[in-house]
């Protein structure tokens, strides 16, 4: 089991970097709440998996970087981006033969989590984290004197910060992610996968082979033939075909599922987030917003406390549960 959980953290941490380069949303999302499922499992981070489980913990909070109402963290002070450095220099530790490449998004991205807080008007918390941010250093000292006075001007647009913007931030990680990605063209499960579609004489293409001159749809064919294939392979072997019915093995047969229709497409994740049973990517907290409060207090008023369900169901939330909606309640009549 330990084996087959290792094959499959280091295949979603490939799938996350091949969509965080392509820029599919989508698809990274999905293959993000796969790798934090797998990584969850782990009572312990193995030495040989340290590299994948940073880098997916990496480019999971970069994709939510500009997103200050999403959190990762236990201090709602940390924003996904000063999340995401904490992993970067646990990436660092890892290796040490690409020095500037690591020191140019090490600045990057202190620089663009003064940007982003900035950019929402958040002054105060970008000066408070421009002091988390730096030690007093002669090396740092530069740098931090620069962003003192940026925060100050209350310019978001100075020369400085749109000379190391988000932009070139992800840039930089799509170069660390090639790398990565050079290092680790044995995948087990994708050579088994690509073997197995070609012996089936469905003609797959390797996924990580992006010379192949072909039409859009049909990448996407070829990369659905893969997902299908792997997602039997796996069944057969997690579950044992032949012992199905009699089978007494201590597995999360739930989690095996949507991790199967994950890898056929079936957007199995936003069903099981319907039913209360999602699997949580870090610790995402969306700040209450004052025409949310109005809406709580309104329902409040005409359906009585403790109809929280009627209340969610007639308010207007985004993406709010009725525990949130009782907790937020609670909240607002310790503050008044």
């Known amino acids: 089991e330990a084996v087959a959980a290792d094959w499959m953290l280091e295949f979603a941490c490939c799938c996350l970097c091949w969509h965080f380069g392509e820029g599919g949303a989508a698809e990274f999302r999905r293959w993000r709440d796969v790798a934090h499922a797998l990584i969850n499992g782990l009572s312990k981070i193995p030495t040989h998996q340290k590299k994948t489980v940073y880098l997916c913990q990496l480019l999971i909070r970069i994709e939510k970087g500009k997103n200050l109402e999403c959190c990762f963290e236990n201090d709602e002070r940390i924003s996904p981006l000063e999340s995401a450095l904490s992993f970067w220099t646990l990436l660092e530790r890892e290796e040490i033969k690409l020095e500037k490449l690591h020191e140019d998004i090490r600045r990057l991205i202190q620089?663009?989590?003064?940007?982003?807080?900035?950019?929402?008007?958040?002054?105060?918390?970008?000066?408070?984290?421009?002091?988390?941010?730096?030690?007093?250093?002669?090396?740092?000292?530069p740098l931090r004197v620069k962003l003192?006075?940026?925060?100050?001007?209350?310019?978001?647009?100075?020369?400085?910060?749109?000379?190391?913007?988000?932009?070139?931030?992800?840039?930089?990680?799509?170069?660390?992610?090639?790398?990565?990605?050079?290092?680790?063209?044995t995948n087990f499960l994708i050579q088994a996968a690509t073997k197995q579609v070609e012996s089936k004489g469905l003609g797959a293409t390797a996924l990580q082979n992006k010379t192949v001159n072909v039409t859009e749809n049909h990448k996407w064919n070829l990369k659905t033939k893969q997902r299908f294939v792997l997602s039997i392979?796996?069944?057969?072997?997690?579950?044992?075909?032949?012992?199905?019915?009699?089978?007494?093995?201590?597995?999360?047969?739930?989690?095996?599922?949507?991790?199967?229709?994950?890898?056929?497409?079936?957007?199995?994740?936003?069903?099981?987030?319907k039913r209360g049973d999602a699997l949580a990517c870090g610790r995402r907290r969306q700040r209450w917003t004052y025409k949310e409060d109005l809406a709580l207090k309104s329902g409040v008023r005409e359906f009585g406390v403790g109809n929280w369900a009627k209340i969610l169901v007639h308010g207007d939330f985004n993406n709010r549960t009725s525990v949130m909606l009782k907790d937020r309640w609670r909240t607002l009549c310790r503050i008044n």
């Not at 620089?111 to 918390?125: D, L, S, T």
């Not at 190391?164 to 799509?174: D, G, M, P, T, V």
């Not at 739930?254 to 229709?261: E, F, G, P």
Request: aromatic content about 10%; some cysteine.
């Open 111 to 141: 620089i663009q989590i003064i940007a982003v807080h900035m950019e929402n008007g958040y002054f105060k918390e970008a000066a408070e984290v421009l002091e988390r941010l730096f030690t007093d250093s002669e090396t740092d000292k």
């Open 148 to 185: 003192a006075t940026v925060i100050k001007s209350k310019d978001p647009y100075v020369p400085l910060l749109q000379t190391f913007s988000y932009n070139l931030l992800i840039s930089k990680i799509k170069s660390y992610v090639e790398l990565f990605m050079k290092e680790n063209e």
């Open 233 to 273: 392979i796996l069944l057969r072997d997690m579950l044992g075909h032949d012992r199905m019915q009699n089978c007494c093995l201590n597995v999360d047969f739930s989690l095996v599922w949507v991790y199967i229709n994950c890898l056929l497409g079936l957007n199995s994740l936003q069903n099981v987030e």
